[in-house]
Protein backbone atom coordinates (compact mmCIF):
# COMPACT_ATOMS: atom_id res chain seq x y z
CA UNK A 1 0.00 0.00 0.00
CA UNK A 2 3.01 2.22 0.25
CA UNK A 3 4.24 1.75 -3.25
CA UNK A 4 4.23 4.27 -6.20
CA UNK A 5 4.47 2.83 -9.30
CA UNK A 6 5.94 4.30 -12.30
CA UNK A 7 5.90 4.17 -15.73
CA UNK A 8 7.27 3.42 -18.58
CA UNK A 9 11.13 2.47 -17.24
CA UNK A 10 12.30 4.47 -20.20
CA UNK A 11 11.24 6.77 -23.00
CA UNK A 12 12.04 8.04 -26.53
CA UNK A 13 10.56 10.85 -27.79
CA UNK A 14 10.88 13.31 -30.85
CA UNK A 15 12.20 16.71 -30.36
CA UNK A 16 8.92 18.54 -30.16
CA UNK A 17 6.89 15.69 -28.92
CA UNK A 18 4.78 15.25 -25.96
CA UNK A 19 6.56 13.04 -22.88
CA UNK A 20 3.86 11.38 -20.62
CA UNK A 21 4.98 9.80 -17.37
CA UNK A 22 2.44 7.82 -15.34
CA UNK A 23 2.62 7.23 -11.91
CA UNK A 24 -0.24 5.18 -9.65
CA UNK A 25 -0.23 4.58 -5.87
CA UNK A 26 -2.78 3.07 -3.26
CA UNK A 27 -2.29 5.08 0.28
CA UNK A 28 -5.11 7.33 -0.33
CA UNK A 29 -3.49 9.03 2.41
CA UNK A 30 -1.06 10.82 0.62
CA UNK A 31 -1.32 14.32 -0.32
CA UNK A 32 1.75 15.83 -1.33
CA UNK A 33 2.61 14.36 -4.80
CA UNK A 34 6.23 15.82 -6.13
CA UNK A 35 8.28 14.77 -9.42
CA UNK A 36 11.92 15.61 -9.20
CA UNK A 37 14.43 15.69 -12.51
CA UNK A 38 17.83 14.02 -12.08
CA UNK A 39 20.45 14.51 -14.82
CA UNK A 40 23.97 12.53 -14.88
CA UNK A 41 26.14 13.10 -12.01
CA UNK A 42 23.70 15.13 -10.36
CA UNK A 43 21.36 14.73 -7.39
CA UNK A 44 17.28 15.01 -8.25
CA UNK A 45 15.72 18.54 -8.06
CA UNK A 46 12.37 19.19 -7.50
CA UNK A 47 10.39 19.85 -10.48
CA UNK A 48 6.60 20.54 -9.72
CA UNK A 49 4.40 19.29 -7.15
CA UNK A 50 1.31 19.18 -6.55
CA UNK A 51 -1.37 18.39 -3.78
CA UNK A 52 -5.10 16.49 -4.55
CA UNK A 53 -7.31 19.59 -4.50
CA UNK A 54 -6.55 20.71 -7.77
CA UNK A 55 -6.77 18.03 -11.03
CA UNK A 56 -3.87 19.78 -13.36
CA UNK A 57 -0.74 22.38 -12.23
CA UNK A 58 0.96 24.18 -15.11
CA UNK A 59 4.52 25.69 -14.34
CA UNK A 60 6.03 26.72 -18.23
CA UNK A 61 6.46 23.26 -20.45
CA UNK A 62 6.01 20.68 -17.82
CA UNK A 63 1.98 19.95 -16.03
CA UNK A 64 0.87 16.94 -13.52
CA UNK A 65 -2.61 15.83 -13.93
CA UNK A 66 -3.78 14.15 -10.78
CA UNK A 67 -6.86 11.99 -11.23
CA UNK A 68 -7.72 11.49 -7.17
CA UNK A 69 -10.52 8.51 -8.25
CA UNK A 70 -8.14 6.46 -10.13
CA UNK A 71 -5.28 7.41 -7.36
CA UNK A 72 -2.70 7.91 -10.67
CA UNK A 73 -0.97 11.02 -11.49
CA UNK A 74 1.20 11.84 -14.50
CA UNK A 75 3.75 14.57 -15.90
CA UNK A 76 3.27 15.49 -19.28
CA UNK A 77 6.43 17.66 -21.23
CA UNK A 78 5.17 19.66 -23.78
CA UNK A 79 7.09 20.40 -26.86
CA UNK A 80 9.68 18.45 -25.68
CA UNK A 81 13.69 19.33 -25.82
CA UNK A 82 17.16 17.48 -25.66
CA UNK A 83 17.74 19.54 -22.52
CA UNK A 84 15.00 17.52 -20.60
CA UNK A 85 16.75 14.20 -21.04
CA UNK A 86 16.72 13.00 -18.11
CA UNK A 87 15.22 10.47 -15.14
CA UNK A 88 12.15 11.27 -13.61
CA UNK A 89 11.52 10.15 -10.51
CA UNK A 90 7.52 10.76 -9.13
CA UNK A 91 7.13 10.36 -5.16
CA UNK A 92 4.61 11.10 -2.47
CA UNK A 93 3.87 11.54 1.13
CA UNK A 94 1.44 12.14 3.64
CA UNK A 95 0.31 14.83 5.88
CA UNK A 96 3.41 16.24 8.09
CA UNK A 97 5.57 12.67 7.53
CA UNK A 98 8.88 13.87 6.20
CA UNK A 99 9.61 11.02 4.22
CA UNK A 100 8.91 10.33 0.50
CA UNK A 101 8.02 7.33 -1.04
CA UNK A 102 9.46 7.04 -4.45
CA UNK A 103 8.64 5.97 -7.86
CA UNK A 104 11.39 3.53 -9.85
CA UNK A 105 11.90 6.14 -12.45
CA UNK A 106 11.86 6.86 -16.05
CA UNK A 107 14.65 7.26 -18.05
CA UNK A 108 13.47 10.38 -20.60
CA UNK A 109 15.60 10.65 -23.98
CA UNK A 110 14.72 13.18 -26.56
CA UNK A 111 16.13 12.75 -29.49
CA UNK A 112 16.59 15.92 -31.86
CA UNK B 1 25.83 28.76 -2.52
CA UNK B 2 22.85 27.55 0.16
CA UNK B 3 22.89 24.08 -0.05
CA UNK B 4 23.68 20.46 0.33
CA UNK B 5 27.47 19.54 -0.05
CA UNK B 6 28.58 15.97 0.05
CA UNK B 7 32.12 14.94 -0.12
CA UNK B 8 34.24 12.96 -0.86
CA UNK B 9 32.32 12.59 -4.78
CA UNK B 10 34.23 9.47 -5.42
CA UNK B 11 36.10 6.19 -2.88
CA UNK B 12 37.33 3.66 -3.52
CA UNK B 13 37.07 1.08 -0.40
CA UNK B 14 38.58 -2.08 -0.07
CA UNK B 15 36.15 -5.04 1.26
CA UNK B 16 36.68 -4.58 4.88
CA UNK B 17 37.36 -0.88 5.58
CA UNK B 18 35.27 1.61 7.00
CA UNK B 19 34.80 5.25 6.05
CA UNK B 20 32.07 8.43 6.66
CA UNK B 21 30.26 9.96 3.68
CA UNK B 22 29.97 13.19 5.29
CA UNK B 23 27.04 15.66 4.30
CA UNK B 24 26.29 19.19 5.62
CA UNK B 25 23.85 21.82 4.88
CA UNK B 26 23.56 25.62 5.52
CA UNK B 27 19.60 25.63 5.13
CA UNK B 28 18.66 25.35 8.66
CA UNK B 29 16.43 22.23 7.68
CA UNK B 30 14.97 20.09 10.03
CA UNK B 31 14.97 16.78 7.95
CA UNK B 32 17.64 15.06 6.56
CA UNK B 33 18.25 11.82 5.38
CA UNK B 34 20.42 9.54 3.10
CA UNK B 35 19.46 7.31 -0.35
CA UNK B 36 21.33 5.23 -1.97
CA UNK B 37 20.71 4.95 -5.49
CA UNK B 38 21.23 1.75 -7.57
CA UNK B 39 20.68 1.19 -11.32
CA UNK B 40 16.51 0.39 -11.54
CA UNK B 41 16.27 0.76 -8.34
CA UNK B 42 15.40 4.08 -7.64
CA UNK B 43 16.33 6.07 -4.95
CA UNK B 44 16.19 3.91 -1.11
CA UNK B 45 15.85 5.65 2.05
CA UNK B 46 19.13 3.94 4.26
CA UNK B 47 18.25 6.35 7.85
CA UNK B 48 16.84 9.58 8.57
CA UNK B 49 16.75 12.52 10.61
CA UNK B 50 13.87 14.73 11.73
CA UNK B 51 16.15 17.23 13.87
CA UNK B 52 19.48 17.44 15.94
CA UNK B 53 19.82 14.12 18.38
CA UNK B 54 17.26 12.22 16.45
CA UNK B 55 18.13 9.51 14.03
CA UNK B 56 16.06 6.45 12.71
CA UNK B 57 16.05 3.57 10.12
CA UNK B 58 14.75 3.81 6.59
CA UNK B 59 14.54 0.92 4.07
CA UNK B 60 17.62 -0.56 3.85
CA UNK B 61 19.75 0.49 6.85
CA UNK B 62 21.87 -2.49 7.85
CA UNK B 63 25.50 -1.81 7.73
CA UNK B 64 25.78 1.80 8.17
CA UNK B 65 25.13 4.25 10.61
CA UNK B 66 24.11 7.87 11.50
CA UNK B 67 24.86 10.39 13.87
CA UNK B 68 23.24 13.99 14.41
CA UNK B 69 24.41 16.20 16.55
CA UNK B 70 24.24 19.74 14.92
CA UNK B 71 21.44 20.62 12.71
CA UNK B 72 23.94 21.45 10.07
CA UNK B 73 25.42 17.96 9.71
CA UNK B 74 24.24 14.34 9.31
CA UNK B 75 27.39 12.06 8.51
CA UNK B 76 26.63 8.29 6.85
CA UNK B 77 29.40 5.57 8.35
CA UNK B 78 30.06 2.60 6.87
CA UNK B 79 31.19 -0.08 9.52
CA UNK B 80 32.74 -2.69 7.17
CA UNK B 81 32.29 -2.09 3.85
CA UNK B 82 30.81 -4.79 1.58
CA UNK B 83 30.91 -5.30 -2.37
CA UNK B 84 27.00 -5.04 -2.36
CA UNK B 85 27.29 -1.07 -0.63
CA UNK B 86 28.80 -0.03 -4.08
CA UNK B 87 26.55 2.61 -5.16
CA UNK B 88 25.81 6.01 -5.46
CA UNK B 89 24.55 7.79 -1.87
CA UNK B 90 22.82 11.03 -2.03
CA UNK B 91 21.91 13.22 1.23
CA UNK B 92 18.78 15.04 0.92
CA UNK B 93 17.77 17.94 3.40
CA UNK B 94 14.01 19.53 3.66
CA UNK B 95 12.39 22.34 6.00
CA UNK B 96 9.43 22.11 8.26
CA UNK B 97 6.22 22.65 6.50
CA UNK B 98 4.07 21.29 4.08
CA UNK B 99 5.32 22.58 0.49
CA UNK B 100 9.07 22.43 0.85
CA UNK B 101 10.80 20.25 -1.75
CA UNK B 102 13.96 18.54 -0.74
CA UNK B 103 17.40 19.37 -1.95
CA UNK B 104 19.54 16.99 -2.55
CA UNK B 105 23.73 16.93 -2.52
CA UNK B 106 25.47 16.12 -6.10
CA UNK B 107 26.28 12.97 -4.67
CA UNK B 108 29.08 10.20 -3.79
CA UNK B 109 30.02 7.58 -5.77
CA UNK B 110 31.17 4.44 -3.90
CA UNK B 111 32.99 1.36 -4.66
CA UNK B 112 33.83 -1.30 -2.75
CA UNK B 113 36.41 -3.78 -4.21
Known amino acids: QQQVKQSPQSLIVQKGGISIINCAYE??????FPWYQQFPGKGPALLIA???DVSEKKEGRFTISFNKSAKQFSLHIMDSQPGDSATYFC???????????WGAGTKLIIKP | NAGVTQTPKFQVLKTGQSMTLQCAQD?????MSWYRQDPGMGLRLIHY???????DQGEVPNGYNVSRSTTEDFPLRLLSAAPSQTSVYFC????????????FGSGTRLTVV
Open chain 2, 49 to 55: SVGAGIT
Open chain 2, 27 to 31: MNHEY
Open chain 1, 27 to 32: NTAFDY
Open chain 2, 92 to 103: ASRGAGANYGYT
Open chain 1, 50 to 52: IRP
Open chain 1, 91 to 101: AASSGSNYQLI
